[in-house]
């Protein structure tokens, strides 16, 4: 896993994306107890390309290019099947630029705060984000009036 | 309407002593909680396997 952050790390240096953050089940594990999955999910913000497209291309490009290969919807890094997800709206963007930095074993890299976390959990819907969001309210510290704010600013509500 | 029954003691005990690990655990170390998942894997792989869901148990620890 160490060597998996380190290359995302390397791809941010490099510019092939601006930024990263951990966020899904594997997010939500560092704030509440580990949640079997099978992806590491990698929220990015992406260069903007020449027609304004939201594109990973050139993201797969670079990581073919260190040799690891796309496997259906992820790519698998250093043993982790990593799928990246670009910030695809304003919540996103916003959970990216506010992510929490931190350590895992000596490598730095960075997880949604949980906050962002159930935000986006609500927003997205689907049964497992409803669980999410009980699991995180239930386990996580959470701040309640930046939580509040998110919500007020997305038109979320709990 | 007729009150529900209360717990016995031993039942509310165990659903005490679940809580309380589920508490443990959420409180680990990041690297130790992804030993978890990893853990996780391995029980759960078989039985998706079964059902004809391909997934793969993360190496993890392959030196960065």
């Known amino acids: 896993m160490e060597a998996t952050l380190k290359i995302l790390n390397d791809l941010e240096r490099a510019g092939v994306m601006h930024r990263y953050a951990i966020g899904g089940a594997m997010g939500a594990t560092f704030y509440v107890e580990p949640v079997l999955t099978f992806d590491l999910d990698v929220f990015v913000v992406l260069p903007q390309t020449s027609g304004g497209l939201l594109t990973l291309a050139p993201l797969y490009e670079a990581l073919r290019a260190r040799g690891y290969c796309e496997e259906k919807e992820c790519v698998n890094i250093e043993g982790v099947p990593v799928q990246f997800l670009p910030a695809y709206n304003a919540l996103l963007e916003e959970a990216l630029a506010e992510a929490r930095e931190t350590l895992y074993d000596a490598t730095p890299t960075r997880v949604l705060r949980a906050e962002h976390l159930l935000a986006i959990a609500l927003q997205t819907g689907r049964a497992k984000d409803r669980e999410r969001v009980r699991l995180l309210r239930e386990q996580a510290s959470l701040d309640q009036k930046y939580l509040a704010a998110i919500l007020a600013r997305h038109g979320l509500a709990l | ?64």
Request: hydrophobic share 45%; no cysteine; net charge positive.
């Open chain 2, 1 to 64: 309407m007729k009150p529900m029954d209360a717990l016995k003691p031993e039942i509310a005990w165990l659903l005490a002593a679940k809580e309380d690990r589920r508490h443990k655990l959420s409180q680990l170390p990041f690297p130790e909680k992804v030993r978890v998942v990893v853990r996780l894997q391995r029980m759960a792989e078989p039985v998706l396997r079964a059902r004809g869901r391909q997934v793969r148990v993360w190496d993890i620890e392959k030196a960065p």
